[in-house]
């Protein structure tokens, strides 16, 4: 009787910890869909110097600029995307050894 009770337990937090997870991701992807990539201050000066060259009819100069424009907003997504993953990654690892702890105790009781 007091295995069963124990294995209802465990199913019972079992159970929860995977709606727990559930919840988790379903946060993570709003979080995400809401996230978006600002451009830096460099970048927005870039952008602002080719529309110049542009408008200046120096068009030479406009695309050699639009190149390094794209090649850092390339580079700063990525970063972001990066730094995003990352702080969801630690949002997954906490809960998971959270879950881990409260296993390991009901378990041992």
């Given amino acids: 009787e007091v295995e069963a009770a124990n294995a209802e337990r465990i199913r019972v937090l079992e159970e929860v910890q995977h709606y727990a997870r559930e919840e988790l991701e379903t946060s993570i992807e709003k979080r995400h869909a809401h996230s978006h990539y600002r451009m830096s ?15 200046g009819e120096r068009f030479d100069e406009a695309i050699a600029v639009k190149k390094r424009t794209d090649v850092l907003s390339r580079r700063e997504n990525r970063a972001f995307e990066r730094q995003l993953a990352d ?15 409260e296993m390991d105790n009901l378990v041992q009781k």
């Fill in 41 to 55: 201050k460099g970048l927005l000066e870039y952008s602002l110097t080719e529309r110049q060259l542009a408008l």
């Fill in 87 to 101: 702080k969801f990654d630690t949002e997954r690892a906490r809960l998971q050894a959270a879950q881990d702890a």
